[in-house]
């Protein structure tokens, strides 16, 4: 979650475009820290490194089954690309999730659905209490998704464009028999380039639109993430997934942004040149994606709306949140197999998700109430 989204009331500077602060805590999780401190320092990245080495003054963490705690508020779409990565990789049994609730203050995310508002494992009401036993009077947002050192209660990283793919490499001697191969080396310069549009158009493109301070600023944004749309539509058209015929990295990313589009970005955004189910491919191609384990199983669209239109009161002053759109659509035929390919590639499917991590009745129409 955005830096700037952290201050209750506060997110639009008139007169001004929105600008997404990136700086997060750089320190990696990885295979060997050894190597990655030995390794030559690279450049901070916006969209993260598959490959390379730690940035100037980061740590490194050794990956260990059950030390870290991956935080992840399920309305925030940085954090369900955690969530989705996480489950499409099997990496359940060794990296435990928290789940904070739709809503925060001024101080933090809380776990306020957790029994008696504390963390099952962490004992902390806030996340902001991990990342002060860390920095204390941690001077920045208090973002998820967060993965958090469980002995001493510490946040780690908050870097989450790097996290993901540090589960997909960092972490691979973990993963599930079957686990995707979701950073294919051979497509790794083209995706960057993809990855890099996405995230800058239309990732962060709806939030330029709704957090413009000015009719110019509004105007600008509009016009590029709909470009960006256009250029994915036409993509889409012609093949089932960003890269090809299986889910890549690139997929997560464009998805969850996709699966708040109608709910959220559509009105709250004033994204609304069209809405997604009138764009042929990309509507094909994001319920393709919603019927894909691992994928729609992770949303919780009462969470999703809960969070944008109750916390965002500077363009939501009352606070009320729609009862639409209908969602039922989600799980209508796509018929995206006719352009072949197969979505685990070699790979197969995560199994159910586990009772605890099911998102509750009546919060995705996979799970009526």
Same mark, same amino acid.
């Given at each position: ?17 929105? &600008? ?16 990655? @401190? ?49 489950? @499409? ?28 508002? #504390?963390?099952?494992?962490?004992? !902390? ?17 208090? !973002? ?7 002995? &001493? ?33 051979? #497509? ?7 990855? !890099? ?34 250029? @994915? ?23 969850? &942004? ?11 955004? #004033?994204?609304?040149?069209? #809405? ?15 019927? !894909? ?38 799980? &209508? ?37």
């Amino acid at each position: 979650m955005d830096q700037n989204e952290n201050r209750q009331g506060s997110y639009v500077m008139a007169g001004q475009e929105f &600008t997404r602060d990136t700086n997060y805590i750089q320190d990696r999780i990885v295979a060997d820290p050894a190597a990655a @401190l030995a390794a030559p320092r690279v450049a901070g990245d916006k969209i993260g490194r598959a490959r390379g080495g730690l940035t100037d003054g980061a740590e490194a963490w050794p990956v260990e089954p059950g030390r870290y705690r991956l935080v992840a508020a399920r309305a925030c779409p940085w954090a369900n690309r955690a969530i989705i990565v996480r489950r @499409l990789l099997g990496l359940e049994d060794v990296l435990s999730l928290g789940t904070p609730g739709p809503t925060h203050d001024e101080r933090s995310w809380t776990f306020d659905l957790d029994p008696g508002g #504390k963390d099952p494992v962490l004992g !902390t009401e806030r996340l902001q209490e991990n990342y002060f036993q860390r920095f204390p009077g941690y001077p920045r947002g208090i !973002t998820v998704p967060a993965i958090v050192d469980i002995p &001493t209660g510490a946040v780690v990283t908050n870097d989450y464009p790097q996290m993901t793919l540090d589960f997909s490499t960092q972490w691979k001697r973990y993963h599930r028999e079957g686990a995707p191969d979701l950073l294919p080396q051979e #497509k790794l310069p083209e995706m960057r380039e993809v990855v !890099t549009r996405i995230f800058t158009e239309v990732n962060n493109g709806v939030y330029r639109c709704g957090f413009a301070g000015s009719q110019e600023a509004y105007d600008s944004a509009y016009d590029r993430l709909w470009t960006a749309l256009d250029w @994915l539509e036409e993509r889409l058209t012609r093949q089932r997934y960003l890269m090809g015929d299986s889910i890549t990295e690139a997929d997560v990313r464009l998805f969850t &942004t996709l699966a708040r589009f109608d709910p959220v970005y559509h009105g709250h955004f #004033k994204c609304n040149r069209n #809405k997604l189910d009138e764009m042929p491919a990309l509507w094909g191609y994001a319920r393709d994606l919603f019927q !894909t384990p691992g994928f729609g199983d992770t949303i919780d669209f009462i969470q999703i709306k809960s969070h944008y239109y109750e916390v965002h009161r500077d363009i939501n002053p009352t606070g009320i949140v729609p009862q639409g759109p209908d969602l039922s659509g989600w799980l &209508t035929d796509h018929g995206r197999e006719g352009l072949g390919g197969s979505p685990f590639g070699q790979g197969t499917a995560p199994g159910p998700v586990r009772e605890s991590e099911r998102v509750a009745a009546g919060h995705n129409p996979m799970y009526p109430a």
